[in-house]
C-alpha cells in the first residue's frame, strides 16, 4: 500500500500531540499537516494536499463543519474522517451530508482510527458498528451513493433473502423463524454476507443492498 498523507486539525494540542504518539507506530501513514483550526488547516492544504483529514468539530475561527463544507466543494478527492466528542445523531449525520467520509468519537482504539483511515483511503467511507441501520438507512437518502465503491457479491436467492431481513432489523432468531431456519443456519449466511459484501457491520450491507437495488430507502 501507497503512504497515506495524513492531516490532523484540531485546536487542542494536547489531543494533537496524543494522537500523533499514537498513529507514529503505522508506516503506511504520513502527517503532513497539522493544523488549529479549519482556516489554518485549508491555507495549508492549498500547498500540499493530505489525502485524509483527521477532523475534529469544534474549532475556533472556522469550525469543522465549515471546513468540511469547503474542502469537500474545492478539493473533492481528500477524504475527511471527523474526530469528535460529539456523538448524537445530528453531529453525525450534517458532518456526513456536507462531505465527511467517516465519523468516530475521539476515545476510539487505536486499531479503529487506522482502519477509518484506510477504509476512507480505499473505499470511500468508513462506518463502525454504532452506526444504526436507520441511520444508515438516512445517510443514503441523502444522495452521497456515488461516492460509494461498488462491489459485485454475487448473492444467491437465500442469500439475499436473510440481507433482506437483516436490512428491515430482523434478528437472527427473528429471521430463522421467517425462513424456517436454524438460528446457526442464519448466522453462517450473515457471515458470508459480510465476507462477499466486504464490510464488518450492518451498515455496509445496507449500502450495499440499496446500491444493488436489493431494498429501497
Do not use: W
Request: glycine fraction near 6%; aromatic fraction near 8%.
Amino acid at each position: 500500500m501507497d503512504l497515506i498523507k495524513l492531516a490532523i486539525a484540531d485546536d487542542h494540542k494536547i489531543f494533537r500531540e496524543g494522537l500523533k504518539f499514537t498513529l507514529e507506530d503505522y508506516a503506511q501513514l504520513n502527517l503532513i499537516i497539522e493544523a488549529t483550526n479549519g482556516k489554518d488547516l485549508i491555507a495549508q492544504i492549498i500547498n500540499q494536499k493530505p489525502d485524509v483529514i483527521l477532523m475534529d468539530i469544534k474549532m475556533p475561527e472556522m469550525d469543522g463543519m465549515q471546513a468540511i463544507t469547503y474542502i469537500h466543494q474545492h478539493f473533492p478527492d481528500i477524504k475527511i474522517l471527523v474526530l469528535s466528542m460529539h456523538n448524537e445523531d445530528k453531529y453525525i449525520l450534517n458532518a456526513m451530508r456536507l462531505g465527511a467520509s467517516g465519523y468516530l468519537l475521539k476515545n476510539a482504539e487505536p486499531e479503529e482510527i487506522l482502519e477509518a483511515i484506510v477504509n476512507v483511503h480505499t473505499k470511500g467511507f468508513y462506518f463502525n458498528d454504532d452506526l444504526s441501520v436507520t441511520m444508515a438507512k438516512e445517510l443514503l437518502g441523502i444522495n452521497f451513493m456515488h461516492r460509494l465503491h461498488e462491489k459485485d457479491a454475487r448473492l444467491n436467492e437465500r442469500e439475499i433473502e436473510v440481507l433482506k431481513l437483516i436490512c428491515e432489523e430482523y434478528c437472527n432468531t427473528e429471521i430463522a423463524d421467517k425462513l424456517f431456519l436454524s438460528v446457526r443456519t442464519v448466522e453462517g449466511y450473515r457471515t458470508r454476507l459480510f465476507e462477499k459484501v466486504g464490510s464488518k457491520n450492518i451498515a455496509g450491507l445496507v449500502i450495499y443492498a440499496v446500491k444493488s437495488g436489493i431494498i429501497t430507502i
